[in-house]
């Protein structure tokens, strides 16, 4: 099977714009989860998907969004970019939920805002 | 709320001594335990995880942990590591009730040749 892709997997963007991310799931597999990773802050979850639905949600402000679509792919948006949004972000997938099951990792998405 | 400690942020070990990473989480509720490794530039790859079972647990690349209900602590352990070992390796939990992954800050293994 192929892994979790990202697209894209790097982009710089300005301070105020808005930023797409999308994450591609192992086939088969129901969960999405997407991660904001900074050397400061370490690995924070952001929030899951289940079937088109956002089963968990960690503690971020509204600016960031994200959906689910029936083929399981996903997507996370990011409005009004700040300086701090800058990060590595990463998508997982599995099979069960977020924490139960194994979750498969894409190689990231490497966001840098100016 | 759980919370996940691992106690060092980098160990530096010599290529083929044995290495320890330490884990400890807040919540003696049950869980489910997981070690990820993330090598540069790359996303996160699981090594082990308890379910249940056997509190010895053993991975790939020659890791292992042990689950330690008492001590609500779940180390990595690796009798000799080897350059290719060089990376960062994160400790996860959840707890049973609500199956959200709560992750430690990282530790950086440091190989010296």
């Known amino acids: 099977k192929a892994g979790v892709t990202q697209t894209p997997r790097y982009l710089i963007k300005t301070r105020g714009q808005q930023v797409t991310l999308s994450c591609s799931p192992i086939?088969?597999?129901?969960?999405v989860s997407w991660y904001q990773q900074t050397p400061g802050q370490g690995l924070q979850f952001l929030f899951e998907?289940?079937?088109?639905?956002?089963?968990n949600k960690g503690n971020f402000p509204g600016r960031f969004s994200g959906r689910q679509f029936s083929n399981s792919r996903s997507e996370m948006n990011v409005s009004t970019l700040e300086l701090g949004d800058s990060a590595l972000y990463l998508c997982?997938?599995?099979?069960?939920?977020?924490?139960?099951?194994?979750?498969?990792f894409g190689p990231g998405t490497r966001l840098t805002v100016t | 709320a759980q919370s996940v400690t691992q106690l060092d942020s980098q160990v530096p070990v010599f290529e083929e001594a044995p290495v320890e990473l330490r884990c400890n989480y807040s919540?003696?509720?049950?869980?489910?335990l997981f070690w990820y490794v993330q090598y540069p530039n790359q996303g996160l790859q699981l090594l082990l995880k308890?379910?249940?079972?056997s509190t010895l647990v053993k991975g790939i690349n020659g890791f292992e942990a042990e689950f330690n209900k008492s001590q609500t602590s779940f180390h990595l352990r690796k009798p000799s590591v080897h350059i290719s070992d060089t990376a960062e390796y994160f400790c996860?939990?959840?707890?049973?009730?609500?199956?959200?992954?709560?992750w430690g800050a990282g530790t950086k293994l440091i190989i010296k040749p």
């Open positions: 997982a997938s599995s099979e069960a939920s977020q924490g139960a099951g194994e979750q498969y």
């Open positions: 086939s088969g597999h129901r969960s």
């Open positions: 998907y289940f079937s088109e639905t956002q089963r």
């Open positions: 919540s003696s509720v049950s869980v489910y």
């Open positions: 308890y379910l249940s079972g």
């Open positions: 996860a939990v959840s707890d049973k009730s609500n199956y959200q992954l709560i």
